[in-house]
């Protein structure tokens, strides 16, 4: 069938493009032994996360929606030497288990977790006046509202914003949804749609993940 399909042809990118990686396939096994769900971008989009990193020249990344940092070893990766990301992760156990994958990629020194409810250390970096050069957002969808406010606020002419999983298997389209994900969701478009200093388009995605997409926003003035 078709998702069979889907699963093979990202299988032929992995081995081709992506390739076997012992740092990430041991996060990975790390997670799924501590029970996490496999929620985690696929290796295909990690590594289109690190190739637009790279292209950005990104110094500092922000990222929120930690799970066990399979993402973010892959933005980390990305960064120079005195670089930093910031990973927002509210259940304590999957930071854990992202910090002991983080060192073992050896990343701890350019990466802090911060755990604890976005909302509230987005409150503290926007006391600290932070600046990101790129925005990887993946935490709780229904905060993706606020979650684009906050990133704002953190930009400067040049960062580019990413939110996964914005088209759930079409789900996006049904303006009549009880589901509040797909509410936010299409709240989320409203807001970058009508943003002057945002220039932004979306992609749906398939792959062994399903049928989703991500929304790229830049951040023009
Ligand atoms: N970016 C990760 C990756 O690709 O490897 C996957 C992140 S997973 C889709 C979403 C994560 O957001 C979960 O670990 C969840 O615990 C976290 N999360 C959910 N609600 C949150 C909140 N209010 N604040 C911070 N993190 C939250």
Redesign the pocket.
Known sequence: DIETKWSKVDEYIYNLLVQSDEVLEKALEA?EEAG??S???APN??KMLYLLARIKGAQRIL??????????I?LARALPENGRLV?????PI?AKV?QSNIDRAGLSACVEIQV??????LDKLVEQYEIFDMI?I???KV?NPHYLQYALQFSRPGTLIIF??VVREGEIIDGDSTDSSIQATRTLFQMIAKEPRLVSTAIQTVGGKGYDGFAFALVTE
Not at 63 to 72: D, H, P, Q
């Open positions: 997670n996490l769900p929620i985690d971008v989009q990690g990222e929120m929606g930690t799970l066990g940092g399979y993402s973010t892959w990973s927002l992760e509210l259940d999957h992202a604890g409810e976005a909302l509230d250390s990887f993946d935490a709780d905060n996964d999983n």
